[in-house]
T-cell receptor
C-alpha cells in the first residue's frame, strides 16, 4: 500500500464547470503524477510534479492545470470541463524499488463524467 | 506506430494452462520495463519490473530482449485469480513518465 488516496472517487459534472481532483499521499514522495485512462488508449500522462511548486506537462495536458503547494497533495484542475474529459483519472507516486529502478504506484482512481 | 504495442486479446485459457504475453516497444532509449495488472474498474498494480537478464517471481517470468525491443510475460499454472488485464509499460530515464500499452486481457476459466 503506497498510502495514496484520491477524492472524490466519483463525480458527475456539467460542461463548462471547473472541477478539482485531489491526490493525497502520506509517505513524503517527491514525484507525483496524474494520468487518465480511456477505452482504446493506454494510460496517458497529464501532468507530473517533482517537488513542491515544481510541475511539468505530460502528453495530454491541454485543458488541465495542476498545483502542488505541499508535498502530500497534488491537485488536478479542469478549468472548464468538456465531455472529452470524461475519463478515469489516476494519481501515482514514484519510489525506489528493490529492482534498483523507480517504480510507480497508483491511487484508486476518480471516475469523472462530464455531461 | 504506437510506442508500446500489445496483443489486446482476449486470451481465454483453462486453469492450469501456461500463457504468454508479448509486447514490443519502439523507442530504443527506453530504460526501464514493467508489467502491471489491472482488475476491472481498479487501479493498475505493479506485477513485476523486468530486468535485462530476465526474472522470475513464483509462477511469473518476465524476459527482455533489448536488441529486438521485445518484452514478454509468462504465467505458468494459471489460476482463476490471474484473470485481469496485463499492461506492458516502459519508461525513458530514471524518473521519466511511464508509457503504457493498451493491455492484454486474460480470462482463466475453470
Amino acid at each position: 500500500d503506497a498510502g495514496i488516496t484520491q477524492s472524490p472517487r466519483h463525480k458527475v459534472t456539467e460542461t463548462g464547470t471547473p472541477v478539482t481532483l485531489r491526490c493525497h499521499q502520506t509517505e513524503n514522495h517527491r514525484y507525483m503524477y496524474w494520468y487518465r485512462q480511456d477505452p482504446g488508449h493506454g494510460l496517458r500522462l497529464i501532468h507530473y510534479s517533482y517537488g513542491v511548486k515544481d510541475t511539468d506537462k505530460g502528453e495530454v495536458s491541454d485543458g488541465y492545470s495542476v498545483s502542488r503547494s505541499k508535498t502530500e497533495d497534488f491537485l488536478l484542475t479542469l478549468e472548464s470541463a468538456t465531455s472529452s474529459q470524461t475519463s478515469v483519472y489516476f494519481c501515482a507516486i514514484s519510489e525506489l524499488g528493490t529492482s534498483g529502478s523507480y517504480e510507480q504506484f497508483f491511487g484508486p482512481g476518480t471516475r469523472l463524467t462530464v455531461l | 506506430r504506437k510506442e508500446v504495442e500489445q496483443d489486446p486479446g482476449p486470451f481465454n485459457v483453462p486453469e492450469g494452462a501456461t500463457v504468454a504475453f508479448n509486447c514490443t516497444y519502439s523507442n530504443s532509449a527506453s530504460q526501464s520495463f514493467f508489467w502491471y495488472r489491472q482488475d476491472c474498474r481498479k487501479e493498475p498494480k505493479l506485477l513485476m519490473s523486468v530486468y535485462s537478464s530476465g526474472n522470475e517471481d513464483g509462477r511469473f517470468t518476465a524476459q527482455l530482449n533489448r536488441a529486438s525491443q521485445y518484452i514478454s510475460l509468462l504465467i505458468r499454472d494459471s489460476k482463476l485469480s490471474d484473470s485481469a488485464t496485463y499492461l506492458c509499460v516502459v519508461r525513458r530515464g530514471s524518473q521519466g513518465n511511464l508509457i503504457f500499452g493498451k493491455g492484454t486481457k486474460l480470462s482463466v476459466k475453470p
